[in-house]
């Protein structure tokens, strides 16, 4: 079964600093994955997704993702920390199992410092 | 700008009365899926429906929650009686299926059971 695995459910990066999510993830199949983004009081956004196409997934607001098979990675990075950019992030794999399902992990929590 | 549609956003009952939340999927999409957010679970998959059919409630306490698709633009999530522990953030998402596993979520009902 598909599964996903965040590294920190709470990372905290001061302003123009580089962010970087790390999203591990488990699938039998080539997989499709997702960037989720909620901030408070909404719900998820994708931010971008990745469907074997190109490794290197752009997203909104800055944030890109590569997928690395090798290493089972699809790590979230941006360059330059906005204050913004504080919310939850949730990576997500397909459940290729017919069922159009996706898996999520259990989120990271970005802070931004000042 | 097309975007999934929940009602109602906050609910505040007792323990013992039914709630009924519903949402309206963005049109064209055929599928959709209920979660529940807590702090303790996380993100948890309700249910989920294609083309208006249920195809996995397996994630629902079904002695008291109901999913129900009455028509293609309204889904709606029952729980009767409500108890304390359901006290969550309700998502729910649709999807385009055929395929596309991206899944767009509405803004939450949040539920608190006194």
């Known amino acids: 079964a598909q599964s996903v695995t965040q590294l920190g459910s709470h990372v905290s990066v001061s302003e123009g600093a580089l962010v970087l999510l790390r999203c591990n993830y488990s699938s039998s199949v080539p997989p499709y994955l997702f960037w989720y983004v909620q901030y408070p009081n909404q719900g998820l956004q994708l931010l971008l997704k990745?469907?074997?196409?190109?490794?290197l997934v752009k997203g909104i607001n800055g944030f890109e993702a590569e997928f690395k098979k090798s290493e089972t990675s699809f790590h979230l990075t941006k360059p330059s920390a906005h204050m913004s950019d504080a919310a939850e992030y949730f990576c997500?794999?397909?459940?290729?199992?017919?069922?159009?399902?996706?898996?999520f992990g259990q989120g990271t929590r970005l802070t931004i410092n000042p | 700008d097309a975007r999934v549609t929940q009602t109602p956003r906050h609910k505040v009952t007792e323990m013992g009365q039914e709630v009924t939340m519903r949402c309206q999927p963005i049109?064209?999409?055929?599928?959709v899926f209920w979660y529940r957010q807590t702090m303790m679970q996380g993100l948890e998959l309700l249910a989920y429906?294609?083309?208006?059919?249920?195809?996995?409630d397996s994630g629902m306490p079904k002695d008291r929650f109901s999913a129900e698709m009455p028509d293609a633009t309204l889904a709606t999530l029952k729980i009767q009686p409500s108890e304390p522990r359901d006290s969550a953030v309700y998502f729910c998402?649709?999807?385009?299926?055929?395929?596309?596993?991206?899944?767009?979520f509405g803004p939450g009902t949040r539920l608190t059971v006194t």
């Open positions: 997500a794999v397909s459940e290729n199992q017919g069922a159009q399902k996706l898996v």
């Open positions: 049109l064209g999409h055929n599928t």
């Open positions: 990745y469907t074997s196409a190109a490794t």
């Open positions: 429906f294609r083309n208006r059919a249920p195809l996995d």
């Open positions: 998402a649709s999807g385009l299926g055929g395929g596309s596993y991206e899944q767009y």
